[in-house]
């Protein structure tokens, strides 16, 4: 795990003017612009979260510890205040189910459960992350006893180079919250976030289906 | 987190697909890595963050064309962190061209330190695009002017498409992990022993003293076929000077711009053809949009699926100033089959003869006439309306095209391993890029061994282990399968050996099913007991691909599509897609028929969505991410369903390849069936279908 840079305050930050506008005010004014603009349910979540949070004093530049619960655990980390909470997962804390793919919010790829929300956690710094409970690919399964969408996608084949898969089953997870028996048109619309490149969403649809007690989609038998 | 992988299935069945249930060695057998890559356990060369790491971040040409004049390395090595600065070129020949790198302790750091470089660049001229060549059709010889005087119609038109790239999920990049006197080194590739030889000389160390892991890559398509790469060699390269671990992954954007592309295309034909459909010939000119690659822009065209006639064929690859092609998903042929079938299907209309009654007179294998026959059946091609003859805003219509694979074999060696407490090691050194190796060399072994798949530990991925193909031309199943059966088969007869000496009689009374050694049909002990048994440490099974003949069969397939127009939109939505493919022997049916709906849907998607933009000026890609540059989504998914073919099946053969060159071709000429109008450029976008429809009404 590379260290965290202690140096920052002296790449020319600390000659910036000392913040009349706060860091977390011009964060809440971006955020609040990004959830007007952006199509993901994902995107907007991460902006609510960080809208509805009470103005902090202001942290940093230089690297601050910060206490997260990462599935039901705290973990106390050392970092940069304007590392994402990906990057934080990945780089800093070596939980790498999260996968950094387009980093800008528009694949999933990376995506976890705030509160039970489902965020793109490459849009989402971690100092916002802390006070809540942000639930991962890898909080999703206990020993053997795995969340019944993992094991419907395995039976499904629901991946193939499974890049994006971590990020497709935590966003599934998310879907069987809010609609515990979706139906098609559901399933597509709340995974229009993920991207996938294999092309594996129809067993994905299949293995949503079936985790939810539903038949999946039967093809005609060939003549 | 301790997940105990032992305990979870490997064998679930389902039944949502009957078409394919008995068509394989395994029909039930899920994924082996499935439960590692679903809990997210599976690492990949991304995921390797290593203690003490640099790392490594390129410096690249910002446009098209442009001469780096001057820069200034003082203020990045000023940046703290920044370890080293390292400008070796000034060229840049296209958006991404690196010149140089930034060394730095953190992501951070290094993120800071390339914003810090002060870079001066001269912007030169730029060419994006092929209609920016003079573009010379030669006169028909006179061997083309007699066949088409000779015709009864002839079909004039000008088809193109765009640049599609590969867009991994996982980008490229290596992490090199130096110790000194040894490396190991993760790389993201479709060539492990490729990688290895690569990085020798940049690493310093003798090829013995370092090893490539490559246990999970993800998506490669093609792109991953170079080796360890340009992040590889020089992630080793520092790695060798620092004595650390170095990781070096591109981001999004330079993946878009630096890792490849399937070159853009356009194709003028002059066909002559007579009212019963008989194919005279012409000519075919084409052009491949390569940006700064040397070659690469070929199209299979014509695909000598058809009887066409004489062709007269002239091809010129265009250099741009945009990042090189590199081998994309059958290169060269889904531009082909997306030309060739919406040809057949304009010839078939001008003729009045329907499109799927055209292509049986013209089909020239008697295995795809048959998939005709049958797919027609199974997508309701009695429902297709006649072309041109729908005035409603949603028009329906149906599509098909064909597909082909010759694929062929590579040095491959495999080892079986059967220890005495009855596990099972199957080893050959190949990687998997998502196709299923990981599966495949685990069925195989199971199978001829009569044990239950959860007794075999599958090792891929590694150099020293048995040499294994890279994954291109859909050749790694091909090049092990054989091979591993060979091992198994091997290791199988020293067993059945051993216990015969042992127990007495004779290895041909024995056999082995469900765990079971029998003797003449009758239970003699478990496989636990019978390896108890081995003499020694271990069996040893092992196979090369010297001693394998290449397998009976064939990979043609036949797609067929019904799709939805919206006249006032022009959205495109695809219904359904009904795919036939023959694969050779099918080793696990689930796996098989995910390959069969990933070519279905990245053919979709190349149909439909998929085109890099380029800024005609400066020569940058305006979508170098991934919300602009757009890839078919869940929202955009029809129902698929691949259709395994058995006849005449026996030997192994590819599947990656051939299922994704048949879906534009069949999208396209389906748009055509509903508009009435051929859309002869892809990707099928709404204004492409507005446009023709405005044109059609004027």
Known sequence: MPAPDDSSSDNGRANAPKANLSRRLFIKTVGSTAAATTITAAGQAAAQVIAQRDDDPVRGPGPIDITLTINGEAKRVKIEPATTLLDTLRVYLNMTGSKEICDRGSCGGCSVLVDGKLTVSCMMLAVDAEGV??????????????????????????????????????????????????????????????????????????????????????????? | MNIRFDDLPTSMPTTNRPQNLGSSMNDD???????????????????????????????????????????????????????????????????????????????????????????????????????????????????????????????????????????????????????????????????????????????????????????????????????????????????????????????????????????SSLVRVKIGFKNDGTVLGGQIRSWGGVGVGRGGGGIALPTGRYTLGKLQKDHTDVRLNAGAPRPFRAPGHPQAAFVEELMLDEMATIAGIDPLELRLKLETSQDRREMMQLGANLIGWTDRQKTGSQTSVLRRGFGMGTTAWGGGGSQAECEVVINRDGSIEARTGTQDIGQGQRSTMGIIPASVLGVPLKFVTVRIGHSTLPVGPGSGGSTTTPSTAPVMQLAAESARKQLLVAIANLNGGDASELDIKDGQVLRSGKPLMSWKDACAKIGGEQILGRGKSEDVKRGEGHSQGVQFVDLTVDSETGVVRVNRVVAYQACGKVIARKLAESQVIGGVIQGLSYALFESRVLDRNVGSMLNANLEMYKIAGSADMPHIEPVLWRKGQTGYRSLGEPPTIPTSGAIACAVFNAIGKPVRSLPITPDKVLAVLQGAKS
Request: net charge negative; glycine share 10%; aromatic share 6%.
């Open chain 1, 133 to 223: 409970e942000v639930t991962t690919i890898e909080g999703l399964s206990k020993g053997s006893a795995l969340d019944p969408i993992q094991e419907s996608f395995v039976r499904h084949d629901a991946l193939q180079c499974g890049y994006c898969t971590p990020g497709l089953v935590v966003a599934c997870r998310a879907l069987l919250n809010k609609y515990p028996k979706p139906d098609l048109n559901q399933i597509k619309h709340e995974l229009s976030g993920n991207i996938c490149r294999c092309g594996t969403y129809t067993n994905v649809f299949n293995a949503v289906l079936e985790a939810s007690n539903q038949k999946p989609i039967v093809d005609q038998e060939a003549r």
């Open chain 2, 29 to 263: 057998a899920s994924r082996l890595d499935g439960f590692t890559k679903v809990t997210g356990q599976a690492k990949y060369g991304r995921d390797q963050y290593l203690p003490n790491s640099l790392f490594v971040g390129f410096v690249r040409c910002p446009v098209g064309a442009a001469e780096l004049e001057a820069h200034d390395d003082a203020p990045a090595k000023a940046v703290p962190g920044v370890v080293e600065v390292e400008i070796s070129g000034k060229d840049g020949q296209y958006q991404g061209h690196s010149v140089g790198y930034v060394v730095a302790e953190s992501p951070a750091a290094l993120a800071r330190g390339l914003r810090a470089l002060t870079v001066k660049w001269k912007r030169g001229s730029v060419k994006t695009r092929i209609m920016d060549e003079k573009l010379e059709t030669p006169d028909p010889n006179d061997a083309t002017k007699d066949l088409l005087a000779a015709a009864d119609h002839v079909l004039e038109a000008e088809y193109s498409t765009e640049v599609q790239t590969h867009a991994s999920l996982e980008t490229h990049g290596a992490v090199i992990d130096h110790k000194g006197d040894s490396a190991t080194c993760y790389v993201s590739t479709q060539g492990t022993f490729a990688a290895t030889d690569g990085l020798g000389e940049a690493i310093g160390l003798p090829r013995s003293k370092y090893e490539v892991i490559c246990e999970y890559v993800g998506g490669g398509f093609g792109s991953k076929l170079n080796g360890a790469g340009k992040e590889g060699v020089t992630a080793a390269k520092v790695a060798a000077k620092y004595k650390r671990p170095v990781y070096c992954f591109v981001s999004r954007e330079e993946d878009q711009v630096d890792t490849g592309n399937r070159p």
